[in-house]
């Protein structure tokens, strides 16, 4: 017999672990308290996936309330591709059907309660944007067609909410009582593949299908909405378009902004838990493996200044590392992480890395101009 090569050179092979997935930031979660053929154990319900409106039609019948909400979901352009449904126990709170429906499907981003005449209470949409608090990176949304929630006023019971700086519900008001306008925005913003090249959004501008603008919203009407934060359809001249494209809140704060930090995050963090997970040796603690550790948030990063969401600008913010106020990010982003030997020797002896600093310049969206003519003759 002959003798193995492996005596002379030994190839071997390292398997490298798969790591984890970014989270899914384009899912829409419905809460119905109508079981219809879906959950044909209520007591036991999970969740279903749709994916076509004839799947509802089925489950649920074309008189249902998740039928027309559906509708207006699938009649947005692009098509988006699916959303999944919840129950919603009619003698529950909202608040402990979204904890039981977390329990089962924890991938969900923004929350939709669908209530049974399609209208929630004050009290209910508070303890919508209350409850989704509780858990990170969830969003929530509803339409509106009671006048005095848009009021900034004491009276009006929503004003102290828009005060908590939550900055999770997407709140649009709607004068005709199109109780599902907020899901054709829904339908829109989460469309956005933040893995392509210019890829992200702003929502003022955009359509709503199948809803119909309030041609009757007067300006006093819509300078109440923005003040809270409030979201609204109607005409510009004779084009239709949402605005202003804001979470609910008095601070402010645009959706794509909320949308795209949350992305942003779980970039960062899926990149640089690969970067341990999938090691075949161990990352050291070491300065050298600080570097691996800011190559793969520059990944993410890169993919943000890629997709639109940051880009190069002027940093205003505090000063560490080697940024200053006033420097510039040549592109969009700066990544700082001290020498290990200035690191604490308790945290060392935990394993943790010194701690990695980004600046990050938004790219923002431009929503209105000024213009100057000048002439002569």
Not at 225 to 238: D, E, F, Q
């Amino acid at each position: 017999m002959t003798l193995s090569v492996n005596n002379v050179v030994n190839v071997q092979l390292n398997n490298i672990a798969t790591g984890i997935r970014k989270g899914d930031f384009g899912k829409l979660a419905f809460l119905t308290q109508d079981a219809g053929t879906a959950f044909p154990d209520p007591d036991n319900a999970t969740f279903v996936e749709i994916g076509t409106i004839d799947e509802v039609k089925d489950y649920w019948g074309t008189g249902s309330v998740m039928y027309q909400a559906a509708q207006v979901f699938f009649s947005q352009s692009p098509k988006p591709k699916s959303f999944v449904v919840g129950l919603w126990d009619s003698e529950g709170t909202l608040t402990d059907a979204i904890a039981k429906f977390n329990d089962s499907y924890p991938n969900w981003y923004v929350m939709r309660p669908l209530p049974p005449t399609g209208v929630l209470e004050a009290p209910q949409i508070i303890e919508l944007s209350t409850a989704v608090a509780a858990y990170d990176k969830k969003r929530c949304s509803y339409t509106t067609s009671v006048a005095a929630h848009i009021e900034n006023s004491d009276t009006n019971p929503l004003k102290a909410l828009a005060g908590r700086a939550f900055n999770n519900l997407w709140l649009q008001y709607d004068k005709q009582n199109q109780h599902y306008a907020d899901v054709s925005a829904m339908a829109r913003a989460l469309s956005v593949n933040f893995s392509g090249n210019r890829t992200t959004i702003t929502m003022k501008f955009k359509q709503e299908p199948g809803i119909s603008p309030n041609d009757n919203l007067t300006l006093t009407e819509a300078n109440k909405c923005k003040a809270l934060g409030i979201n609204y359809y109607t005409y510009y001249s004779t084009f239709a378009m949402i605005a202003e494209g804001t979470v609910f809140g008095t601070d402010q704060r645009f959706w794509d902004e909320i949308h795209g930090l949350d992305w942003f995050c779980n970039a960062v963090q899926t990149y640089v838990f690969n970067a341990l997970a999938q090691s075949p040796t161990k990352v050291p603690q070491t300065n050298k493996g600080n570097e691996k550790l800011v190559g793969a948030a520059a990944v993410a990063c890169q993919e943000a200044v890629d997709n639109g969401f940051i880009a190069p600008g002027v940093w205003y913010g505090d000063e560490f590392g080697e940024l200053a106020y006033g420097d510039r990010l040549e592109t969009g982003f700066y990544i700082y992480m001290p020498d290990v030997d200035t690191q604490d020797q308790v945290d060392r002896e935990a394993r943790k890395a010194t701690v990695m600093q980004i600046a990050i310049k938004l790219a923002g969206a431009i929503h209105s101009a000024d213009i100057i003519i000048n002439f002569t003759r």
